[in-house]
């Protein structure tokens, strides 16, 4: 028999073998096997029985089958087939996406030992007890229950739109009660966008599910936990699993029920690899196993909306927060002098101070980490910029030390402290960071105990759950946070929110900046009040800004939903910009700049030769744009730039990249890559 086999290595697609044992057809395909490829053996998967093979060469054997790990079901097999094609990489990589490393290496299966690695893992898995889940039941508001009765009666992916601290959390929670109670053996995946949320979604969900085995699965555990938990998914065990992106490509047989919880988030889409959308693959999944998916959030996606205007999607509405708490009052503020100097106007001090008072806690929220965005000379305009990138440096104070750092690369040099150019010693940190709204607040408020949140000071998942158990304590009074603060978490304590600096955010030449900035906001200002507003004395979300009658602000003020939808749709159709049409980039970087622009222009000649040819009668049906550049234009020495192509036809534009994914320049002179439905172009 002879067999196609993918292995986890780049540009190569499944290669023939000869397995000498008798299988039919059906029984042998989503076997994991042991196969020789370049003087060593190497983890595959078979994929395929062909019935005959012409070459010039004698085919090797598979070496062994791994009896050890359970055939792959059809469904799962699914995916991964759809996902290569529809993102261009191979089965292999794509097969291999979620597996473990130590359950790609050899010696785990095969070892002089008594007992291999994974005989191991297996006997460990063994002593796991499933299936003793006692569920009490959950309470629920009016509103909580109408969404899991519409929810359990929907034969569409479900939008949960539910307003900050509405309790989608324990929406969830029911259906996956309900899910069990129906079938014990179900596997449910719920899929969070960052590591950070994974211990309070555990949290939360081993409350209300008690005695359900609960796993996490993200990049940050140990290589033998995550191999764990791949194989207990291989095997079909009933389990609710949380995980991160990575977690949609889980073999998973018995998988009933999917949550996608905060869906408009873009930590979905994967940036490197196979560039793929959880989110998506999560819809695509659950339609092709029969299995329930609910995308939940309070800012749902432009998509995901559009999804529900054409009727693809179920929407159910959970308009009040389920402490019965109203929601913050929205406020824009006119940046005043003091906000333009310090980052924090002369009102927005005294609120700060009036909180303070009353013993509630304030979240000032700025999505710039560092001291100041750019260092920089009033005189000659001269700006630190990275040696290795087309940016800014970003200047942080370290230890009392300035730093420069590239964000993009890296990098990081002392300070300087005179301009290079003009040898004025007066440079100045120009715009606001996350340090530097630290130490202006600790000059304000010399006596409040403030806590920073962002990547550079909170690194780790222990330090970020430190963090969060000292604010729900009261140990802190204000809380200075990037992006990292404005989803899923709950401050009993938290009266006000502040946001400064976010014009520059409107500003953003991408189309989906709005989109973003919409989304930040109205979570932010969910913190707000969840435990401590009332009617007569209501929480605060004030919005610093030099454009505080915007259109936008009018929106947001109103939390006009409907409204802001409408006018991006508008702008996009107007546009023909997603979810009218669909978008494909091959993006390519060189160290010589005029090599890359030659080069895109070289496959954007090869890309009109292939319409000219191929698609003669649907020429008129694609757009190529580009040569264009990808920004920064440069990052660790590298110049980058694009072709993006565009269609309505879904299908034709799959098949024209189909037409030079096989480009040979593409990968080995360029380092490209295509990026299907590109979230940054």
């Known amino acids: 028999m002879i067999v196609k086999v993918a292995v986890d290595l780049p540009q190569i697609e499944p290669l023939a073998y000869m397995l000498d044992a008798v299988f039919s057809e059906k029984d042998i395909v989503g076997t994991w096997v042991l196969v020789p490829i370049r003087n060593k053996l190497m983890l595959g998967l078979i994929t395929e029985v062909i019935k005959s093979f012409t070459a010039n060469f004698k085919l090797k054997k598979i070496h062994s089958i791994v009896t050890h790990l359970p055939k792959s079901d059809k469904h799962w097999l699914a995916l991964v087939h759809f996902s290569s094609k529809y993102y261009h990489k191979s089965l292999g990589q794509t097969a291999f996406t979620s597996v473990p490393r130590c359950l790609k290496e050899v010696k785990t299966y095969v070892t002089e030992r008594k007992t291999s690695k994974i005989e191991k893992l297996l006997n460990q898995l063994d002593k796991t007890k499933f299936n003793n889940h006692n569920f009490a039941d959950l309470s629920l508001n009016s509103d909580q229950k109408n969404a899991v009765e519409k929810i359990l009666n929907s034969t569409k992916p479900t939008l949960l739109h539910g307003v900050t601290g509405s309790g989608k959390t324990r929406v969830y ?40 085995e609960i796993n996490l699965f993200h990049s940050e555990q140990t290589p033998n936990l995550r191999a764990m938990i791949w194989l207990s998914s291989l095997k079909g065990n009933p389990s609710l699993i949380i995980g991160t992106r990575i977690s949609v490509f889980l073999p998973l047989p018995n998988l009933k029920l999917i949550i996608v919880d905060e869906e408009h988030d873009p930590s979905y889409k994967q940036q490197e690899g196979i560039r793929y959308s959880a989110r998506n693959l999560a819809i695509w999944r659950g339609k092709k196993k029969g299995c329930k998916v609910i995308l939940g959030s309070a800012t749902p996606s432009i998509e995901s909306w559009w ?77 630190a910029d990275c040696s290795n990138c087309s940016s800014h440096m970003v200047l942080h104070k370290i230890n009392s030390h300035w730093t420069l750092i590239c964000h993009h690369c890296g990098i990081r040099k002392s300070a300087f402290k005179s301009c290079p150019d003009c040898f004025n010693p007066d440079i100045n940190p120009i715009g606001q960071g996350t340090e530097k709204i630290e130490e ?33 304590r009261g140990e802190v009074d204000i809380i200075v946070g990037t992006q990292m603060v404005t989803k899923g978490h709950d401050f009993p304590n938290l009266s006000f929110v502040l946001a400064v600096d976010v014009d520059s955010q409107l500003k953003n030449t991408d189309f989906r900046a709005p989109e973003r900035l919409f989304a930040s906001l109205t979570q932010v200002s969910g913190r707000a009040g969840r435990h401590c507003g009332s009617n007569e004395n209501k929480a605060e979300f004030i919005v610093e800004t030099r454009t505080p009658d915007s259109e936008f602000f009018g929106f947001l003020k109103k939390m006009d939903e409907e409204g802001f939808y409408k006018k991006q749709l508008n702008d996009r159709k107007q546009h023909c910009l997603p979810p009218f049409t669909n978008m494909g980039a091959i993006k390519l970087s060189h160290k010589d700049e005029a090599i890359l622009y030659s080069g895109l222009n070289s496959l954007g000649e090869i890309i009109q030769k292939s319409l000219k040819e191929n698609f003669k009668l649907k020429q008129s049906q694609i757009i190529v744009n580009g040569p264009l550049p990808l920004y920064p234009e440069k990052v660790s020495n590298r110049y980058r730039g694009q072709l993006v192509l565009e269609s309505e036809n879904r299908s034709l534009l799959h098949s024209l990249i189909s037409t030079i994914e096989n480009w040979k320049p593409l990968k080995s002179k360029f380092n490209g890559y295509i990026d299907i439905d590109p979230i940054e172009i």
């Not at 000059?443 to 969060?468: C, N, Q, W, Y």
Request: aromatic share 6%; charged share 30%; net charge positive.
């Open 440 to 472: 202006n607040l600790s000059v304000m408020f010399p006596h409040a105990k403030i806590l920073r949140m962002d990547r550079e000071k909170i690194r780790g998942k222990r330090l970020l759950e430190t963090s969060l158990k000292k604010i729900t």
């Open 307 to 383: 999804f529900y205007k054409q009727g693809k999607f179920e929407k159910v509405r959970l308009p009040r927060q389920a402490t019965g708490r109203p929601l913050a009052k929205i406020k824009t503020l006119k940046l005043d002098s003091q906000g333009e100097r310090c980052g924090i106007s002369k009102k927005s001090e005294k609120k700060i101070r009036d909180t303070l008072s009353r013993k509630l806690q304030t979240l000032i929220y700025i999505n710039k980490k560092g001291w100041a965005p750019i260092l920089g000379c009033r005189d000659c305009g001269w700006a």
């Open 173 to 212: 929670a029911k259906l996956i009660q309900q899910t069990f109670i129906k079938n014990p053996n179900s596997q449910i995946l719920l899929l969070v966008p960052e590591i950070g949320l994974t211990p309070q979604a555990l949290q939360n969900m081993s409350k209300m599910l008690n005695g359900l």
